[in-house]
């Protein structure tokens, strides 16, 4: 009764690792070129000078 679980749970998983191997989809890997390749902007970060209010000196 073991063997038997134990011979149908090896075929199992072999079946399993053949279907994996055969249904991976067989696609070549492109290289990008320098053109191709996606042009990122940076927002430029400015610093808002706060205005420093001034105590009144009576002049």
Known sequence: ????ITICLLALVA???LL??????KTTK?????SKKPVVI?????KVLSEET????GS
């Not at 994996?20 to 989809?25: T, W």
């Not at 492109?30 to 320098?34: A, D, K, L, Y």
């Open 15 to 17: 079946l399993n690792f």
């Open 54 to 57: 001034l105590a009144p000196t």
């Open 20 to 25: 994996l191997f055969f249904s991976c989809s």
């Open 30 to 34: 492109v290289t990008t070129s320098e």
């Open 42 to 46: 940076r927002p430029t970060l400015t």
């Open 1 to 4: 009764m073991f063997l038997t």
